[in-house]
């Protein structure tokens, strides 16, 4: 029995050996690239294992063909090209590609390159020239400067040396040269061994044998390799052994575990390591193996293929189930009561590869056998051959790729391109199935192509394809037979068009304008003919184009005019819409689709005139304001001197379109609340039904319905917060849709919890500084009070008629230490904010000082503006002439407003008018508007406390009235009645603790001033946010046009006095 193991073991390997390798062809020197007259050997190594007979010679084979046969492995060459050769009892070799270079600097690398391979890079320059600079590139960037030496060294190869290598130098004049390109692709020493197990379920006391199996490529046949074995990560042996074998003479249960091995080249220390496998030692002396039928390396697909299980050891009856590798899935075949198994596969598939153990189960317990590996290796398919770019024929200087690709074959496989029999290029590839071959077209290219792919098993040749150079066409020529540009209907004429140069056949294609007429196909040159018998409509230009597969060209055009007498017409009545009204404007237009212009149109209703007009091409319109007398027949008459032709009658009929829809709101209270039903309601008056009607929110469609009768239709809508805003519906009749009126309605929502926000112009507030109170309702229905308290005393009430937030400004003391808090409410129920802490400390001198130096020195600039003011008062109205602020020329322009301007203003104050009088240009009456702020620029907010920099604002207040107008404040409490006039008036300022009193110059300048602040109407509280001076007219007088100050400068200005 154990000699029979042997010989099964023995077997494999000696087929291995009687193999036919395959070839290697190296170079020595080493190099791929030469000078010509070099001397250049080709070394050709065959099998390892067996012993060349001498009389079997070596066969060296150039571009294709062999050249040459040698007792000797070694060749001589001079010519660049491929070569290849073929040792004894061995297969041809890949092939190796030879360059005997004539330029200047050459770049010389080895033919191959492996991992941990000393690797010499070396840049050579032609005989009797000297260089400098000699640099190494990789991959277009510096590498090494080559200076005393021209040999660059790569120690130990690995990947990372992977790349595109070039060396460039200098000569004595300075000029550069640069060397060819070489390519360095470190190739794998060998692969990752496999450690494979005599058997990786031995039964104890056998003797199990470990295998570390790599392979060293053909070109590294030499390189010696060593090996060690591990089990559960300890080392099995005393290091490092030269055989790739281990065995465990006797092994038992406690030997079970985790085996692997490691495989490392003894010189470059290049290493490698095997998956992990696991070995369990089973109890008994049961054997369970497989054997195939027949016993060979691979199969080919639809061979037979059986595996017999054989069991020895197993006590009792036996079932036998088969499996396979990644899927541990019963194959379905059992055997009762027998000591032997068959797994038939009638036709073997692709997918039948892969490794393949059985299991033996006598009712107590199961063994397993070792996993057979199942090779199957495919013959190469005939291979397609296709050209890139596709078609049968190219120009000559394009670049054609020829693609070769075999859809089934195993890997590896040769191709080799061929034209006419010729060979052109030999490419193996090993990862993909298919192979490129490029190449620069010249007239000798036109022929047949074909490829070739081999895998061992037999070479299989692709189809012919057909390649044709040819030239492009040149610009064609028409002509026209009878020659002349005019002709009459009826007539033959004929069409010639030739290209004087062109690879036929050439297509000819004939138009008329952009319409094919039709073509012609010539396979010999001499151009082509297109006959036809003219018709009106061929009237126009002619041209003709050229084309043999490459390239359009197109002729000059020429012209042709037919003359022919007029067709019968045809009257089109063009309405605006699909049913005319009274009111619409109608076109009658009227065409003869045939006959030479100019061409007479005459219109007529019932019989009787309308108008007549002559047009040279399109025909002629008339329009017509309908009335209710426009209904009838209408026809038209045309003539162009070769005769006339009527048209048939048309009938018109007028309609009525829709009346503006009116869209009724029925709700079940007054204020609609979120919940509520609302039915819309949309009629018109008039109208031909049937009538569709839409219904809009805010131009979204809501639903549509149709009235077929007439009346008005209805739409029901269950109310939420997000249906308030504008609705409007639409009524079409098929003449005209019309639109109702808007109609507003608020859903309304409580006020959501505010936020109160503190801004101070630093971290720390101190005494005197300006602190912006703001607070904000995130949600809730306009409009919103909102109310700040400290330490729950009201400071201060704003409203935001427009929802969004509000502000209350505040001039620190010490008393303003404390909790701040505010509250909003819009009707529906009040909210309070959380409160906010506010620290207070005093205020520095290094900031009370310039701050008081500036203040003092602005407001003596203001009363020295004052001064000046009341010398132009007394000077203007004699330079005006007395003229009234109702001359024309006095009133301010839109167009032409300047910016006041204001020197003795403290920075951080910015001047923007809130309350302003506006009297329209060329118009006595004056209105009133009064802005508000919203929200402010956030930067601004932080830099200038108090102040909202770069606000927008929008007019919530305009009343047109007439008035006098005073500038300043009154003193709190004081009453005023309007139309009450004021002289002598004062503005008290108080800034910064100073106290000013200005006069104002209001009054007393109203035959200049157009109005300063209004006497009449009531502002809003809005209008404490912000105090706004404004005077508007023409004269511009920066110090008293506008003034725009925090409400803390002025002490005496309330909501409730300033009228």
């Keep these: 029995m154990l000699l029979w193991v042997s010989l099964l073991v023995l077997a494999p390997i000696s087929g291995q050996f009687a193999t036919s390798s395959k070839s290697v062809i190296s170079v020595h020197p080493p190099w791929t690239v030469a000078f010509p007259g070099e001397k250049v050997k080709l ?164 003797l199990v044998t470990l295998t570390c199996e790599t392979q060293l490529p053909s070109q590294k046949s030499d390189v010696r390799l060593q090996f060690c074995f591990f089990k559960d990560g300890q080392t099995l042996q005393s290091g490092w052994s030269s055989s790739p074998e281990f065995q465990i003479n006797t092994i038992w249960r406690e030997d079970s575990g985790s085996y692997w091995c ?16 696991k070995i369990y030692v089973q109890r008994g002396v049961a054997k369970v193996q497989i054997h195939t039928r027949p016993a060979l390396e691979f199969v080919i697909p639809g061979q037979e293929l059986v595996l017999i299980c054989s069991v020895d050891g197993v006590p009792g009856p036996v079932r036998i189930s088969w499996y396979k590798t990644s899927n541990k899935e019963s194959m379905k075949i059992k055997i009762q009561n027998s000591l032997k198994a068959e797994f038939k596969i009638s036709m073997v598939k692709n997918s039948d590869a892969g490794e393949y153990y059985c299991e033996a189960n006598n009712g107590g317990r199961s063994f397993l056998s070792k996993p057979v590996t199942i090779n199957v290796k495919v013959p190469v398919s005939p291979p397609g051959l296709t050209l890139s770019p596709p078609g049968d024929r190219a120009l000559e200087g394009d670049m054609v790729t020829l693609h070769c690709e075999a859809q089934r074959g195993s890997l590896p496989i040769q191709y080799q391109f061929f034209r006419e029999d010729v060979f052109l290029k030999e490419i193996e590839v090993t990862s993909l199935r298919t192979s490129s071959f490029s190449f620069s077209l010249t007239a000798e290219h036109s022929g047949n192509y074909y490829c070739t792919a081999d895998n061992g098993l037999g070479a299989q040749r692709s189809r012919a394809v057909h390649l044709s150079v040819i030239v492009p066409v040149s610009h064609p020529v028409l002509t026209l037979s009878p020659p002349g540009p005019w002709a009459v209907e009826g007539d033959l004429m004929t069409l010639h068009c030739v290209a004087q140069k062109g690879s036929p056949p050439i297509q000819y294609r004939f138009y008329h304008g952009d319409v094919t007429l039709g073509s012609s196909s010539v396979p010999s040159g001499g151009g082509a003919s297109f006959s036809f018998s003219v ?39 063009r309405t605006p819409r699909a049913q005319p009204v009274v009111g619409d404007i109608v076109e009658l237009h009227c065409e003869a689709q045939r006959g030479s212009p100019p061409i007479l149109y005459q219109f ?78 949309c009629e018109a008056r008039r109208g031909s039904p049937p009538i569709w009607y839409q219904f809009y929110h805010e131009d979204v469609t809501l639903g549509s319905s149709s009235a077929p009768s007439g009346g008005g239709a209805s739409f029901n809508l269950s109310l939420t917060a997000e249906h308030s805003g504008n609705y409007s519906c639409k009524a079409n009749n098929d003449l005209g849709a019309q639109h109702s009126e808007v109609v507003t309605f608020n859903v309304l929502v409580p006020v959501s919890r505010p936020v109160l926000t503190l801004r101070a ?80 400390t005093g205020l520095t001198g290094s900031r009370s000082g310039p701050v008081a130096t500036g203040v003092t020195g602005g407001l003596l600039s203001l009363l020295g503006l004052a001064a000046a003011a009341l010398l132009l008062y007394y000077w203007l109205p004699r330079k005006a002439g007395g003229k009234s602020n109702s001359d024309p020329s006095r009133r301010p322009s839109s167009s032409d407003s300047q910016e006041p301007t204001y020197h003795n203003v403290p920075t951080w104050i910015e001047l923007q008018p809130v309350y302003s009088n506006v009297n329209p240009e060329g118009e006595d009456v004056v209105y009133t508007e009064v802005r508000s702020i919203q929200k402010g620029n956030k930067h601004a907010a932080a830099s200038t406390p108090g102040l909202l920099k770069n606000s927008d604002s929008s007019v919530i207040y305009s009343q047109p009235s007439a008035w006098w107008g005073y500038c300043g404040a009154l003193p709190e409490g004081t ?85």
């Excluded at 005077?1031 to 002025?1050: A, D, K, R, Y």
């Design 43 to 206: 070394v050709c190594s065959g099998s390892h294992f067996k012993r060349p007979e001498m009389s079997t010679p070596y066969r060296w084979y150039y571009r294709g063909k062999q050249i040459s046969e040698t007792s000797s492995n070694t060749y001589e060459v001079h010519n660049s090209g491929e070569y290849r050769c073929q040792a004894p009892d061995s297969i041809k070799s890949s092939s190796v590609s030879l360059l005997f270079s004539q330029a200047t600097l050459i770049l010389q690398a080895p033919l191959y390159v492996f991992e941990g391979d000393s690797v010499v890079l070396r840049c050579r320059a032609k005989a009797g020239v000297a260089l400098t600079n000699v640099t190494l590139y990789k991959n277009d960037r510096l590498l090494a400067f080559l200076s005393n030496t021209s040999d660059f060294h790569i120690r130990q190869a690995d990947l990372k040396d992977n790349g595109a290598y070039q060396c460039s130098g200098f000569k004595k004049d300075s000029s550069s040269v640069v060397s060819n390109r070489v390519k360095i692709q470190v190739q794998e020493l060998f692969p990752p061994p496999v450690m494979k197990a005599s058997s990786f379920q031995p039964i104890e006391g056998e």
């Design 604 to 681: 007529y209703h019932e019989d009787v005139t309308l108008g007549s007009s002559s047009t040279p091409s399109g025909g002629s319109s008339l329009s017509l304001f309908l009335t209710e007398e426009h209904s009838g027949k209408y026809a038209c008459v045309v003539s162009n001197g070769l005769g006339s032709q009527r048209s048939d009658t048309v009938s018109l009929s007028v309609r009525v379109p829709v009346s503006h829809a009116v869209l009724t709101l029925r709700a079940p209270r007054a204020q609609t609340v979120e919940g509520d039903m609302v039915e819309l309601h």
């Design 262 to 277: 490691q495989a490392q080249a003894v010189t470059s220390r290049v290493w490698k390591q095997s998956q992990i496998s």
């Design 761 to 840: 112009p630093r971290s720390q507030a101190m005494v005197g500084d300006m602190v912006e109170l703001h607070c904000e309702a995130q949600r809730g229905s306009p409009p919103i009070l909102y109310q700040f308290y400290h330490e729950n005393v009201t400071l201060e009430s704003s409203s935001a008629p427009y929802g969004g937030g509000a502000s209350f400004n505040l001039s620190l003391t010490t008393q303003h230490s404390g909790n701040y808090s505010c509250e909003a409410n819009n009707g529906l129920g009040a909210q309070h904010s959380e409160a906010v802490m506010l620290s207070i």
């Design 535 to 573: 018709t009106s409509e061929l009237s126009g230009n002619y041209h003709c184009t050229a084309d043999n597969g490459f390239g359009s060209h197109k002729s000059e055009a020429i012209s042709l005019s037919v003359t022919v007498p007029v067709s019968r017409p045809v009257l089109t009545i």
């Design 975 to 1059: 009453a005023h009645t309007p139309g009450d006039t004021y002289t002598g008036l004062v503005m008290d300022l108080s800034i910064m603790g100073m106290h000013f009193t200005l006069p104002c110059l209001c009054e007393t300048l109203r035959a200049h001033c157009s109005l300063c602040c209004p006497s009449t109407g009531t502002p809003p509280a809005a209008v404490a946010e912000r105090t706004s001076l404004r005077c508007i007219g023409p004269h511009q007088l920066p110090w008293v046009e506008e003034m725009q100050l925090p409400p803390s400068l002025f002490p005496h200005l309330r909501p409730h006095t300033f009228p």
